[in-house]
C-alpha cells in the first residue's frame, strides 16, 4: 500500500508563530486529506486537498501531486492549535481507501 | 446538528469477552469505516462498507466483525479472538466528492472515538 512519512514528528511552538509540516507520500494519489486530532482524540477533517492550494482561516494547505508531497501551514498559532495531525492519501490504485501517516505531534506553548 | 455518534466512550472488559462498539450517524452518508488507533501511531482500517448490507475487510479485520443493516449504524464487535484488543476506536463516515466523470473521492468525518480496554 501507499507509504505516508510526515515531518517533523514534534514540534513546539510559541504562540504566534507560523510552521510548515510536511508528509511523503510513494504513490499516486486522487484524494489527500489533512485532519487535527486534539487532545481528547476527536479528528476533525481540515481539508480535502488532492492538488492545488486552500485556505480556512489561519491554516492553509498545498498538495504538489507530481511530486508526491503535501504541506500544512500554520499562521500565527495559538494554544488550540495543539494536537496531532495527520496526513491521509489516497491512491489511484488503492480502492478510495486512505493511508493515515503517523502523524505530526503540536504543542503550542503560551 | 449533524454528526456521528460512538458509544461507549470508554469501556473495560475482561479477557475472553466480546464487546460491541456502536456507531450512529445521521449525515445520511453511504460510505462507514472503522478504525484503530494505538499510542504514537496512525489510524489503521479494520473494516468499512460503502453500502448496506455489504461490508469489505480492511487491513487488520482479524479478531473483529461489523453489520451494516440500517444506512445509519455500523457496529463493531471485537471477538475473543482478537490477540490485543486494548487501542482507541473510531468510526468514521464519507461523502462522496466527484473528482471527474469515471472517479471520486471519499471525504471522512469522524466520531469523537470509544477506547477500549481489556483487563
Known amino acids: 500500500g501507499i507509504q505516508v512519512e510526515q515531518s517533523p514528528p514534534d514540534l513546539i511552538l510559541q504562540e504566534g508563530a507560523n510552521s510548515t509540516l510536511r508528509c511523503n507520500f510513494s504513490d499516486s494519489v486522487n484524494n489527500l486529506q489533512w485532519f487535527h486530532q486534539n487532545p481528547w482524540g476527536q479528528l476533525i477533517n481540515l481539508f480535502y486537498?488532492?492538488?492545488g492550494t486552500k485556505q480556512n482561516g489561519r491554516l492553509s494547505a498545498t498538495t504538489v501531486a507530481t511530486e508526491r508531497y503535501s504541506l500544512l501551514y500554520i499562521s500565527s498559532s495559538q494554544t488550540t492549535d495543539s494536537g496531532v495531525y495527520f496526513c491521509?492519501?489516497?491512491?489511484?490504485?488503492?480502492?478510495?481507501?486512505?493511508?493515515f501517516g503517523k502523524g505530526n505531534q503540536v504543542v503550542v506553548i503560551p | 446538528d449533524g454528526g456521528i455518534t460512538q458509544s461507549p466512550k470508554y469501556l473495560f472488559r475482561k479477557e475472553g469477552q466480546n464487546v460491541t462498539l456502536s456507531c450512529e450517524q445521521n449525515l445520511n452518508h453511504d460510505a462507514m469505516y472503522w478504525y484503530r488507533q494505538d499510542p504514537g501511531q496512525g489510524l489503521r482500517l479494520i473494516y468499512y462498507s460503502q453500502i448496506v448490507n455489504d461490508f469489505q475487510k480492511g487491513d487488520i479485520a482479524e479478531g473483529y466483525s461489523v453489520s451494516r443493516e440500517k444506512k445509519e449504524s455500523f457496529p463493531l464487535t471485537v471477538t475473543s479472538a482478537q490477540k490485543n484488543p486494548t487501542a482507541f476506536y473510531l468510526c468514521a463516515s464519507s461523502i462522496r466528492v466527484r473528482i471527474n466523470a469515471q472517479s471520486g473521492a471519499n471525504v471522512l468525518t469522524f466520531g469523537a472515538g470509544s477506547r477500549l480496554t481489556v483487563l
Open positions: 491521509a492519501p489516497g491512491a489511484l490504485s488503492g480502492n478510495n481507501r486512505l493511508a
Open positions: 486537498i488532492p492538488s
